[in-house]
């Protein structure tokens, strides 16, 4: 098993108000997971590798980025940034010879804004972003683990990868109550399903993609001090 990373980055202020920055970065991994069964009647142990959990994975990400945050008067500020990301990854399953490949490019967002309208009294702030979520390695070995005699778990290699977009607008009054709407928009969503295969046996924790989905929150947050420096409630 290996895993390096290299980054270069360069940052720039032009004015105490205002920053740049932009910069690229490289990560790779791999992973070996070489797990052998034996068996033994009479010495010496036999490998048995079609039993065997022999999973290699591999993964290249390479990304670059450029932000920049600026405070245009003693109203408004904000922070712009874009980040592009490719990903390489590739795997193979000794066991029953099941081999996966794919790559994928995403372009991640973020725009950050600030109203400060009346100092300490009242704020606005928006918040757009987007985030990714690959799935996780174990979740991806296509080798079956029994679990009982007629129940075994089993990966997804092909699952999608989780992206999660966002738009958080809320409001600060008096420095004290925050009241915010949060709405969220994701695609690639996987879940674990349970059913039975074509001899009967129950397969559990293949996860396979359920969509997507939106959802949206009110929020409503304070914080108080009952009894100063020893009791506070939010």
Same mark, same amino acid.
């Given at each position: 098993?290996? +895993?390096?990373?290299?980054?270069?980055?360069?940052?720039?202020?032009?004015?105490?108000?205002?920053k740049?920055?932009? &910069? %690229?970065?490289? $990560?790779?991994?791999? =992973?070996?997971?070489?797990?052998?069964?034996e068996?033994?009647?009479?010495?010496?142990?036999?490998?048995?590798?079609? /039993?065997?959990?022999?999973? =290699?994975? !591999?993964?290249?990400?390479?990304? #670059?980025?450029?932000?920049?945050?600026?405070?245009? $008067? !003693?109203?408004i500020?904000s922070?712009? #940034?874009?980040? #592009?990301?490719?990903?390489?990854i590739?795997g193979?399953?000794?066991?029953? &010879?099941?081999?996966?490949?794919?790559?994928?490019?995403?372009?991640?967002? @973020?725009?950050?804004? *600030?109203?400060?309208?009346?100092?300490?009294?009242?704020?606005?702030?928006?918040d757009?972003s987007?985030?990714?979520?690959?799935?996780?390695?174990?979740?991806?070995?296509?080798?079956? %683990?029994?679990t009982?005699?007629?129940?075994?778990? %089993? &990966?997804?290699?092909? @699952?999608? *990868?989780?992206?999660?977009?966002? =738009?958080?607008?809320?409001?600060?009054?008096?420095?004290?109550?925050?009241?915010?709407?949060?709405?969220?928009?994701? *695609? +690639?969503?996987n879940?674990?399903?349970?059913?039975?295969?074509?001899?009967?046996?129950? %397969? !559990?924790?293949?996860?396979?993609?359920? #969509?997507?989905?939106?959802?949206?929150?009110?929020?409503?947050?304070? /914080?108080?001090?009952?009894?100063? /420096? =020893?009791?506070?409630?939010s």
């Amino acid at each position: 098993n290996f +895993g390096y990373q290299m980054k270069v980055r360069y940052a720039k202020k032009y004015t105490t108000e205002s920053k740049l920055e932009f &910069g %690229v970065q490289f $990560n790779k991994s791999r =992973i070996s997971n070489g797990l052998v069964q034996e068996f033994n009647l009479t010495a010496p142990l036999e490998p048995l590798f079609d /039993n065997s959990n022999h999973f =290699i994975y !591999s993964e290249a990400t390479g990304a #670059g980025y450029i932000t920049y945050d600026c405070t245009w $008067n !003693s109203v408004i500020s904000s922070k712009l #940034g874009l980040r #592009g990301e490719y990903t390489e990854i590739d795997g193979k399953q000794r066991a029953n &010879g099941d081999e996966f490949g794919k790559n994928d490019f995403y372009l991640i967002p @973020q725009l950050s804004f *600030t109203f400060d309208i009346e100092k300490n009294k009242h704020a606005l702030s928006l918040d757009l972003s987007r985030f990714i979520v690959r799935p996780y390695y174990n979740t991806l070995n296509p080798f079956k %683990v029994w679990t009982s005699e007629n129940t075994y778990s %089993v &990966g997804n290699p092909y @699952q999608s *990868t989780l992206v999660s977009n966002n =738009i958080d607008l809320s409001y600060t009054l008096l420095n004290k109550y925050i009241f915010s709407v949060y709405y969220s928009y994701d *695609t +690639g969503l996987n879940d674990e399903y349970s059913f039975p295969d074509e001899e009967n046996i129950t %397969v !559990s924790s293949w996860t396979k993609d359920s #969509g997507k989905s939106h959802s949206l929150t009110l929020c409503f947050n304070t /914080n108080h001090s009952l009894i100063k /420096n =020893i009791w506070d409630i939010s």
